[in-house]
């Protein structure tokens, strides 16, 4: 199973990206998701979750009102939509199950210079 997650690049302060990820296996389609982050030297954290119908979204505190997660499933797809980025948004972000995630792939790099 893949998760390829990309859309990432580098922006400026108070720009915007979308991030896309798309699964291999349809079964993601009926899964709770999540995006993640690793920022360098930092542990990876969870930062927006969707439930598997897509009517239940969360965020964590620092990116909450900024972010926007979603998801098509008929594409097998989940987005972030990242808008007023800011430098400490900077890291490599990944798609995964919000329960039970394995089989990181390679996430994709986002970079917010100020």
């Known amino acids: 199973v893949q998760l390829q997650a990309s859309g990432g690049g580098l922006v400026q302060a108070g720009g915007s990206l979308r991030l896309s990820c798309t699964a291999s296996d349809r079964i993601f389609s009926i899964k709770p998701m999540g995006w993640y982050r690793q920022a360098p030297g930092n542990e990876r954290e969870l930062v927006a979750t969707?439930?598997?119908?897509?009517?239940?979204?969360n965020y964590a505190d620092s990116v909450k009102g900024r972010f926007t997660i979603s998801r098509d499933s008929a594409k097998n797809t989940v987005y972030l939509q990242m808008n007023s980025l800011k430098p400490e948004d900077t890291g490599v972000y990944f798609c995964?199950?919000?329960?039970?995630?394995?089989?990181w792939g390679k996430g994709t790099l986002v970079t917010v210079s100020s």
């Open positions: 995964n199950l919000q329960y039970g995630a394995n089989n």
């Open positions: 969707i439930s598997s119908s897509g009517g239940i979204t």
